[in-house]
């Protein structure tokens, strides 16, 4: 069964503060997708990583891809109100399917 | 318009109807994908299109589940004689793909999400 796994599933944090979001999957893939949600939002495309050791930022966000580990992390740099959202990561299986597989997304609060 | 668009976004139905909902994916994207997503969780696949052909319809959790998207464009999910069970957010979704063999080197299907729909089943 294909699974994707993050944590920790709650983050609260202050402002200031730096953080790690991990996502683990269990099949093979080389394309992971970062999205961020907004309450009652729709899903905003983050990040796209295409191979491994694949390392991308936005502002305060950094998002790296080790295929060889199954494993992809979000790093939150001096975290800021504006970043409070659910994240999520998504891959899609080099089965050749199209579909996303969907992590349980991490809610994240940032205190102020 | 600019982004994928769904209606209606809300939906209230009775037990045993049937719904339809629409799907409006960004001009030129030829692939089209359908997702539910539960409150608190992360959205999960039903079935996706490219252009006007139903590639993969494994995530559909039942045959009272169905899909068409018959011009390749617009796309309709349809849940028959509903079931509180169904209620959730229905997203849409599309990708602009150059190739179908997205599978070479540096090919990928970045997904645009729509609005959802909010689906409530009494």
């Known amino acids: 069964e294909l699974k994707v796994e993050q944590n920790p599933l709650f983050l609260s944090m202050q402002e200031g503060k730096n953080y790690t979001i991990y996502c683990n999957y269990s099949?093979?893939?080389?394309?992971l997708y970062w999205y961020r949600q907004d309450p009652g939002k729709s899903l905003e495309s983050l990040f796209v990583?295409?191979?491994?050791?694949a390392v991308k930022q936005e502002g305060r966000l950094m998002a790296s891809l080790d295929t060889k580990a199954r494993l992809s992390t979000l790093h939150i740099t001096a975290a800021v109100h504006d970043l409070s959202a659910t994240y999520f990561c998504?891959?899609?299986?080099?089965?050749?399917?199209?579909?996303?597989?969907f992590g349980t997304g991490t809610r994240l609060k940032v205190l102020a | 318009g600019a982004g994928v668009s769904q209606s209606p976004r809300y939906k209230v139905t009775k037990r045993g109807q049937d719904v339809a909902l629409r799907c409006d994916p960004i001009?030129?994207?030829?692939?089209l994908y359908w997702y539910r997503q539960a409150l608190g969780q992360g959205p999960e696949f039903l079935t996706y299109?490219?252009?006007?052909?139903?590639?993969?319809k494994s995530g559909l959790p039942n045959d009272r589940f169905s899909a068409e998207r018959p011009e390749g464009s617009i796309s309709t999910l349809t849940i028959q004689r509903t079931e509180q069970r169904d209620s959730a957010m229905y997203r849409c979704?599309?990708?602009?793909?150059?190739?179908?063999?997205?599978?070479?080197?540096?090919?990928?299907?970045?997904?645009?999400f729509g609005p959802g729909t909010r689906l409530t089943v009494l």
């Open positions: 099949t093979t893939s080389d394309r």
């Open positions: 979704a599309s990708s602009y793909i150059p190739s179908l063999d997205w599978g070479y080197s540096g090919g990928y299907n970045e997904q645009f």
């Open positions: 299109f490219n252009y006007e052909a139903q590639q993969d």
């Open positions: 001009s030129g994207h030829v692939s």
């Open positions: 998504a891959l899609s299986p080099t089965s050749g399917t199209y579909k996303y597989i």
């Open positions: 990583l295409l191979s491994n050791g």
